[in-house]
């Protein structure tokens, strides 16, 4: 069925957009021709698009009209959905409402920065060099736009990992290769399925094994095609794998820096330093912290406990790119979700974990963050320094 101009369908309605459709109706664009209302209203004020959607009669119309809206607002996704009913094209819209990329992913750089200390210079997954590029069957032929051809490659990428598993992950990394301004996304997007079910950090050593193999499929692969990304890649998986084990742990203890790979050691400490701040909110300086972690983390003992079943912990990202002179830092992955610097002498790697961890607690530990101002290591002092100001 053609789509007939919305104006030519809507009946009356409230008062309230009854004077708001006219009012919109006087809108004159710049080249002399009338606007549509709902588009007007999108651009003007989008509370009053619901309304008028309703005065459209004919609900096939009226589907194709939120269609459209959808193509060209995927951040209204939220205000739409409840306008369609049950079926299809609710489910496909409910879908763009949880996709926040589609309207806030930036472009990639034309050039990945470089810093001369170790580390990403950002929390976005970017590549130097990409392996090279898969086409996704269909999306090349999509009546759209951009967005909508990169996103179709975008979920190609998700679907097939997802069926498939981790050893597609050099297939699906090709196709996140193709998917334009959503390449940064589409990597981060595949992470899931490459760290698949994490342990319980009392499980048993055998447990890890898949877990190890999965990072291993990770940096063999980008070491093949960017070696100076492979590390990146891998600290952002050990970043999440252990956030998500000590999240739900009942104790904090030191059993997996004997069993994980030695590039999983920092984001042991950051985790654990995270779960033990949880659990034991007393008082204390930043040096009567740091004995606690380093005596946790001194311990080998397995708790027998159950784990806990609770939502994943949420961060706030708390270096999501680099300032002036931020280039100087080590950067590795905080939890998944932000960056921190690290040392490679453990007693002040706890340190700065903690110093991150007295950030993340609701409400702060501002105290031991203060205190870490005055810490004999400069790297110390500059965490809390960026964090205090982060905390304002």
Known sequence: MALTNPLKTHRPGPTNASGFLTAILLIIACD????????AAMATDPRMVPPLLEQ???PVARIAVIHRLLNHHPEQANLLCPQLPAGP??????????????????????????RSAPGPASTRLQPTRWPPAAQAAGCDTLDAEARWRDECVFQTAETLINDRGPDAYADAAALCASSGRFQ????????????GDVPAVDAPELAWDAVIRRGQILRSFWGGHDPGFAPVVADRFWSEVLARAYDRAPEVHGVLLDVLPEPAAPHIRASAALRLME?????GDLKAWEQRLASALARRDRSTSPSISR???????RWPRDRGGDGEIPAIAYVGQSRRTVSPEPAIDRRIALVEAAARQRPPLRDVVSDALDDSDPLVRWTAARLMEAMR
Do not use: K, Y
């Not at 609710?90 to 990639?108: E, G, K, V």
């Not at 939502?311 to 990202?317: C, H, I």
């Open 311 to 317: 939502d994943p912990r949420v961060v706030a990202d």
């Open 32 to 39: 002399g021709s009338p606007v549509d209302p709902i588009d």
């Open 279 to 283: 659990l034991h909110r007393e008082g």
């Open 184 to 195: 940064s996304d589409c990597l981060a997007h595949l992470m899931p399925a490459m760290i």
């Open 89 to 114: 094209e609710r489910r496909r819209c409910d879908t763009i409402a949880r996709r926040p990329h589609l309207w806030t992913a930036r472009p990639a750089p034309a050039a990945v920065e470089t």
């Open 56 to 58: 459209i009669e004919d």
